[in-house]
């Protein structure tokens, strides 16, 4: 798979979701790295960077999501996508968007939900009380579903009528667990895919700080006891 064109008639099938809150300086870097036939869906949670017109600038459709909150602006660009597909990837340069091309042939070969696990480039990459955060989820979503799954990851692929039917209702940072649980639920086919998981460009408004990783477990947790 070269494109994320439809081999059919060369539309886009896959629309990629990137929340937004002040990436300006990494929004360069991540747009063009969108694979070819790719649509970006720029999801705004309230920049006051010039995110936003910089994005729309780059060629982006930004869509506007006043509600705050990761999973409120996961969800308002799954709800504004139009292709069949849809990806979601943090905006902030920690992920290459076309790792999205990898996950999407997995999606090809019959499963339903794939999930890129990250293999960081580097011990600034990922903050040690990230990665222990998101080893106890994994450890409770397996526990959970019984699903073998090592990262509750930020880079995922599915297809957009089969997530809307999930009707997940987290609009914090326990949006990917409940994604996955309730797939789960589903008697979804969930898959891996390993990626690269970089150093972020600029400041970390979560999983940065240890208050921000606090909260987001909190958020998880309650997705995956709900």
Do not use: F
Not at 73 to 97: F, I, K, M, Q, R
Not at 189 to 204: F, L, M, N
């Amino acid at each position: 798979m070269s494109d994320a064109r439809s081999p059919a008639d060369n539309r886009c099938r896959v629309d990629v979701v990137l929340p937004c809150l002040d990436e300006a300086a990494a929004l360069p870097w991540v747009l063009e790295r969108l694979p070819d036939g790719a649509r970006a869906l720029v999801v705004d949670n309230g920049s006051a960077d010039g995110s936003p017109a910089l994005a729309a600038e780059l060629g982006a459709t930004v869509v506007p999501c006043a509600v705050q909150g990761y999973g409120a602006a996961c969800h308002a660009g799954l709800e504004a996508a139009t292709a069949d597909v849809v990806a979601v990837c943090d905006c902030d340069g920690s992920l290459d968007p076309r790792d999205v091309l990898a996950l999407l042939a997995v999606l090809d070969r019959g499963a339903d939900l794939v999930i890129g696990r990250r293999r960081p480039t580097g011990r600034e990459a990922w903050s040690w009380s990230s990665r222990v955060a998101n080893r106890e989820l994994a450890r409770r979503i397996r526990r959970r579903t019984g699903l073998r799954i090592d990262d509750v990851g930020p880079l995922r692929v599915a297809r957009r009528e089969a997530l809307l039917s999930l009707g997940l209702t987290d609009r914090r940072s326990g949006y990917p667990a409940e994604t996955v649980v309730r797939a789960a639920d589903a008697g979804w086919r969930i898959e891996q895919v390993d990626v690269a998981y970089g150093p972020r460009i600029g400041r970390s408004k979560v999983t940065g700080t240890l208050r921000g990783t606090v909260q987001a477990v909190r958020d998880m947790s309650a997705a995956i006891t709900a």
